[in-house]
């Protein structure tokens, strides 16, 4: 009895248009990462990606199109992680140090934190418009740890002498500081680094009674 071939499910142009652009966000984000920022051309990433370089033009048609992609990309990837770890479903003063703990640990395993970081190292360094853009991203962590330390103090878990907007921005000072520190020293071991940042959080965050 002979067997039926399964058709193939045709792409739609969406989907295609998607996939497309995914491979080149990746593939900047991996030029960037290995060869620098000046390397991350057109040119380069439409090679890196299997692409022709006038696609990565119409796809984001500027450098700023592209990092906004990139930027986009890598929140979506995080949002991803944190939710596979269940962290929104923590109490807030867990879901403070668990979100910390994931960062940290994506910075030793993982280029595209570094890639990202090195283009917001070149964007401040040139004074240039791409600032507002990276301005922005920080703005949406601040906001998330933020929310993470009210629901901590609503939890009486995390002490309500707090200014939470101060302490979600130290949180995420913490991050980025460490992040470029990697940038400067890639030799640097994170991982006694991590286990005494996310000690002194706690000891730092947590209410007397809790601790007790």
Same mark, same amino acid.
């Given at each position: 009895?002979?067997?039926?071939?399964?058709?193939r499910?045709?792409?739609?142009?969406a989907?295609?248009?998607?996939?497309?652009e995914r491979?080149?966000?990746?593939a900047a984000?991996?030029v960037?990462?290995?060869? /620098?920022?000046?390397a991350a051309?057109?040119? %380069?990433i /439409?090679?890196?990606?299997g692409?022709?370089?006038?696609l990565?033009t119409?796809r984001?048609?500027?450098?700023?199109g592209l !990092?906004? =992609?990139? !930027?986009d990309?890598l929140?979506?990837r995080?949002?991803?992680?944190?939710?596979?770890?269940?962290i929104?479903?923590l109490?807030?003063l867990?879901?403070?140090? %668990?979100?910390?703990?994931?960062?940290?640990r @994506?910075? @030793?395993?993982? /280029?595209?934190?570094?890639?990202?970081?090195?283009?917001?190292?070149a *964007?401040v360094a040139d004074v240039? =418009?791409?600032?507002?853009?990276f *301005?922005?991203?920080h703005e949406?962590?601040r906001?998330?740890?933020?929310?993470f330390?009210?629901? /901590?103090q609503a939890?009486?878990? !995390?002490?309500?002498?707090?200014d939470?907007?101060?302490?979600?921005?130290?949180?995420?000072?913490l991050q980025m500081?460490?992040s470029?520190q990697?940038?400067?020293?890639?030799?640097?071991?994170?991982?006694? !680094?991590?286990?005494?940042?996310?000690?002194?959080?706690r000891?730092?965050?947590e209410?007397p *009674?809790?601790q007790?």
């Amino acid at each position: 009895m002979a067997h039926r071939s399964v058709p193939r499910v045709r792409r739609t142009q969406a989907e295609r248009r998607e996939d497309s652009e995914r491979g080149l966000v990746k593939a900047a984000i991996a030029v960037t990462a290995e060869r /620098g920022v000046s390397a991350a051309t057109f040119e %380069a990433i /439409g090679q890196r990606g299997g692409y022709s370089r006038s696609l990565v033009t119409r796809r984001f048609g500027s450098k700023q199109g592209l !990092i906004d =992609a990139v !930027i986009d990309y890598l929140g979506e990837r995080r949002k991803a992680l944190a939710a596979e770890r269940g962290i929104d479903r923590l109490s807030g003063l867990d879901a403070l140090i %668990a979100d910390t703990d994931l960062y940290l640990r @994506s910075l @030793s395993e993982d /280029g595209e934190v570094k890639a990202y970081f090195m283009l917001l190292a070149a *964007a401040v360094a040139d004074v240039n =418009a791409l600032r507002a853009v990276f *301005a922005a991203a920080h703005e949406h962590v601040r906001t998330r740890l933020r929310e993470f330390v009210r629901q /901590g103090q609503a939890e009486g878990r !995390i002490r309500s002498d707090l200014d939470a907007d101060a302490a979600a921005l130290m949180v995420g000072s913490l991050q980025m500081g460490l992040s470029m520190q990697l940038l400067v020293d890639p030799t640097m071991d994170l991982d006694p !680094i991590r286990e005494t940042s996310l000690a002194t959080l706690r000891l730092s965050f947590e209410t007397p *009674a809790t601790q007790g």
